[in-house]
């Protein structure tokens, strides 16, 4: 049966494990978490005044990439809006402005020159650097803001991270170890440690396979095997959702998936 163990989890940050899966099923998860959950990020950007030293294409790049602040049940994705059948209003898409000048010195325009006509949604960060304008230059525009998903474009994606990998265990052989320490003094995560004059293991989590511990006992008296049926995964949100709410997501989205499969073939079998 699967089971789900945390190790770490705050708003932006989790970390688990999951045990009776294989690797087919923890990158599907993965995938999931990277390609089927959506988030707002810009997808037009209209320019009225452009004289900095960048070419439009570039800077709508770049507005794209920025992340912002995602609130899913404010909003449809755009070709499910009831309100408009796809060509786009207030119910499905957000618009920004932006209007910047250089008079006498340089002026750095950053993500927090965006002014969101929705408060809710807008940059997670108003640091991000856009162009910078010399003395005479210019930037007006107007960008549009939508729901998306990463298997469209990576500026939907909504994690920074989603990895995996298998579970180690270290294995100490007690009648082989001598306690000479060699090991601890070669793991560079330094999780060993003589403890009541046994060698244990603290926070296997940090353990990196890298078996520099096998290579320094002398007496075989360490080993470190992974589990093929237990996976440790690594989840960072961008900070458009809160994590716990990208992984849910990810597999309600996964179910639906299977569940539609499911009864595809059931309809198959039914009608031979």
């Given at each position: 049966?699967?089971?789900i163990?945390?190790?770490?989890?705050?708003?932006?940050?989790?970390?688990?494990?999951?045990?009776?899966?294989?690797?087919?099923?923890?990158?599907?998860?993965?995938?999931?978490?990277?390609?089927?959950?959506?988030?707002?990020?810009?997808?037009?950007?209209?320019?009225?005044?452009?004289?900095?030293?960048?070419?439009?294409?570039?800077?709508?790049?770049?507005?794209?990439?920025?992340?912002?602040k995602?609130?899913?049940?404010?909003y449809?994705?755009?070709?499910?809006?009831?309100?408009?059948?796809?060509?786009?209003?207030?119910?499905?898409?957000?618009?920004?402005?932006?209007?910047?000048?250089?008079?006498?010195?340089?002026?750095?325009?950053?993500?927090?020159?965006?002014?969101?006509?929705?408060?809710e949604?807008?940059?997670?960060?108003?640091?991000?650097?856009?162009?910078?304008?010399?003395?005479?230059e210019s930037?007006?525009?107007?960008?549009?803001?939508?729901?998306?998903?990463?298997?469209?474009?990576?500026?939907?994606q909504p994690?920074?991270?989603?990895?995996?990998?298998?579970?180690?265990e270290?294995i100490?052989?007690?009648?082989?170890?001598?306690?000479?320490?060699?090991?601890?003094?070669?793991?560079?995560?330094?999780?060993?440690?003589?403890?009541?004059?046994?060698?244990?293991?603290?926070?296997?989590?940090?353990?990196i396979?890298?078996?520099?511990?096998?290579?320094?006992?002398?007496?075989?008296?360490?080993?470190?095997?992974?589990?093929?049926?237990?996976?440790?995964?690594?989840?960072?949100?961008?900070?458009?959702?809160?994590?716990?709410d990208?992984?849910?997501?990810?597999?309600?989205?996964?179910?639906?998936?299977?569940?539609?499969?499911?009864?595809k073939?059931?309809?198959?079998?039914?009608?031979?």
């Amino acid at each position: 049966m699967v089971k789900i163990s945390i190790l770490k989890r705050d708003n932006y940050n989790l970390q688990f494990v999951i045990e009776d899966i294989d690797s087919v099923l923890a990158n599907t998860i993965r995938r999931a978490l990277i390609s089927e959950v959506p988030v707002m990020a810009i997808h037009e950007v209209i320019f009225f005044k452009n004289s900095s030293s960048l070419f439009d294409e570039i800077i709508a790049h770049r507005l794209g990439l920025i992340p912002l602040k995602t609130i899913l049940k404010k909003y449809y994705p755009v070709d499910l809006c009831p309100n408009c059948n796809g060509k786009g209003c207030s119910s499905c898409q957000v618009r920004f402005t932006l209007q910047k000048q250089a008079i006498d010195t340089p002026v750095l325009v950053t993500s927090g020159d965006l002014i969101s006509e929705d408060p809710e949604i807008s940059p997670l960060s108003s640091n991000i650097p856009i162009v910078l304008l010399n003395p005479g230059e210019s930037l007006e525009l107007e960008a549009i803001a939508q729901l998306g998903y990463g298997k469209h474009h990576a500026k939907w994606q909504p994690v920074s991270c989603a990895a995996y990998g298998y579970v180690p265990e270290i294995i100490i052989n007690s009648s082989k170890c001598t306690l000479c320490g060699k090991c601890i003094e070669a793991c560079p995560q330094k999780i060993l440690a003589i403890e009541n004059t046994n060698l244990t293991v603290n926070n296997w989590s940090k353990c990196i396979v890298c078996r520099e511990c096998i290579n320094a006992c002398e007496r075989e008296a360490i080993d470190v095997v992974l589990h093929n049926d237990k996976f440790i995964f690594t989840i960072e949100s961008v900070g458009a959702l809160d994590v716990s709410d990208i992984f849910k997501i990810a597999i309600d989205t996964l179910t639906d998936k299977f569940n539609k499969i499911i009864s595809k073939i059931k309809e198959i079998v039914i009608n031979q």
